[in-house]
């Protein structure tokens, strides 16, 4: 284990980040102050990284699924201790606001993914059992994971590539976003309190150390959370060393209100479906088709629901929204909802961001009427900005759904459970959720159809990502 000083303060925590010789400042997004200097990594520090995980990963594999386990179980309780200090962390860097759920939610995601992946239990599994013989399935290390992580929940969605792969028995080198890279390095400080010595790196660095992971000799998987252009840039980065993959990329999620729906009674998880984290979120509802016999009740209800959720400054206890992370996507969400504008949409709510303030906030927006062919439909806005599309029968909303090639996950919002499955069945996406939307378990398998990826992760079968098969026939 790396130290055994304390960290949980926000202090503490970016105090455990090492220097280097090269440094920028980090802007929280809310107030446009200094958080503090990130180091910039250079590919010479990326070698470095790997050929310490290739040098420690032997040991790591040799010590089996129960002891890894229990190095989790520990990381998991070095988490919980350090909590309110990385939430500080987390929202000042991030800017996501404390409360609802945002950053202390992440924080506890992080505690209870470690605890999840530590129990799951991977047993041989037998293929062949008879007098001809027997045939066993098992799982071994790959060797070094490295992971690219994104900006919108950089310390979840580090864990969720971290804790799998090192319960494998593989080592892992990170590549945070270079939005938010103090909050990956302040959490695998935290995590490096409990593991062995060699076994998680973070490499803060540019787009030059994401290209040379990807394409790196000595990785043996990529695991990667973003876009599908920056996806497919690693898949060719990979191809002549031939790495495992797992890849979840771009959403532009749907979801459809059939007509026996209750609108008051489904707003509020509407709404937060949708606007989770701003709505910064991969499989967050971005685009919403509801019946025309209740569309106008459904578009009054999420207006109240909207108008009650707080926005500001995220160390503030009482908002629930925070701003976008970064002033290209706050470009992104305020050009696509003038071209809705521009066509004629109507804007229930939202649509008038203040730009003379401090913050790259943008007020949550509904908008109704308006077409299926509109960029803001068309084009994953990832941001707090929803369509709300009308549709006449269930066959015409199906069909908008799958129209696009991308298919992270989906929702049906129906009374009738059996009506709702049978919509489910028919929709193009790795999950469709219902009467919810984005209720991600660590239990449950998560991955994408389409341009949306490929590869599970969580769960038994996550695991198994992140394990080379092999069969033993005796």
């Not at 010789?21 to 990284?49: F, K, Y």
């Not at 040799?62 to 987390?90: I, P, Q, T, W, Y």
């Amino acid at each position: 284990m790396h130290t055994t000083e304390s960290l949980t303060s926000y202090q503490d925590l970016l105090g455990s980040i090492p220097a280097a010789p090269e440094s920028r400042d980090i802007l929280d997004p809310a107030t446009g102050e200094v958080v503090a200097a990130a180091p910039v990594h250079t590919v010479a520090d990326l070698d470095a990284a790997v050929a310490s995980a290739r040098l420690a990963q032997p040991d790591w594999a040799a010590l089996g699924h129960a002891e890894r386990s229990a190095f989790l179980f520990k990381a998991a309780d070095a988490v919980e201790a350090a909590s309110e200090g990385l939430a500080e962390l987390l929202s000042r860097e991030q800017g996501k606001p404390l409360n609802g759920p945002n950053a202390r939610f992440e924080v506890g995601a992080c505690a209870a993914w470690l605890r999840a992946t530590a129990s799951f239990e991977l047993e041989p599994e037998v293929l062949v059992d008879d007098e001809g013989g027997r045939a066993e399935l098992h799982y071994r290390s790959l060797g070094v994971v490295g992971a690219i992580g994104p900006w919108n929940w950089p310390m979840m969605i580090s864990i969720w590539q971290l804790a799998p792969s090192l319960r494998m028995g593989n080592t892992v080198v990170m590549k945070p976003s270079e939005y938010t890279p103090l909050s990956v390095l302040a959490l695998a400080a935290v995590l490096n309190q409990a593991l062995p010595a060699g076994v998680l790196h973070v490499v803060s660095g540019g787009r030059d150390v994401g290209e040379t992971l990807a394409g790196h000799p000595d990785i043996d998987k990529v695991m990667f959370t973003g876009s599908t252009a920056t996806g497919k840039a690693i898949i060719r980065s990979s191809a002549d060393t031939v790495k495992r993959l797992t890849l979840e990329l771009g959403g532009n999620d749907a979801g459809i209100v059939l007509p026996d729906a209750d609108p008051a009674a489904i707003a509020e998880d509407l709404f937060w479906g949708a606007f989770i984290n701003t709505g910064q979120t991969c499989a967050a509802l971005k685009r919403l088709y509801v019946h025309e016999d209740i569309y106008d009740a459904v578009v009054d209800a999420l207006a109240k629901v909207a108008a009650a959720m707080p926005m500001g400054v995220g160390l503030d206890e009482n908002n629930v929204l925070g701003p976008l992370q970064n002033k290209a996507q706050f470009q992104i969400v305020a050009d696509l909802v003038q071209a809705a504008k521009d066509a004629g949409a109507r804007i229930v709510t939202g649509g008038n961001p203040q730009t003379d303030q401090p913050g790259y906030f943008y007020p949550a927006t509904l908008v109704a009427d308006i077409d299926n062919d509109n960029p803001l439909v068309v084009q994953e806005q990832f941001g707090p900005a929803l369509p709300i599309i009308k549709y006449s029968s269930v066959d015409e909303a199906v069909e908008m759904a799958n129209g696009l090639d991308v298919g992270l996950g989906a929702s049906v919002w129906s009374a009738d459970k059996d009506a709702a499955l049978a919509v489910a069945a028919r929709i193009e996406a790795g999950t469709v959720w219902i009467n919810k939307h984005g209720a991600v378990d660590p239990r449950m398998p998560f991955g994408g159809a389409k341009q949306s990826g490929y590869g599970l992760e969580f769960g038994v079968e996550g695991l198994k990502g992140l394990g080379a098969p092999q069969v033993l026939s005796y």
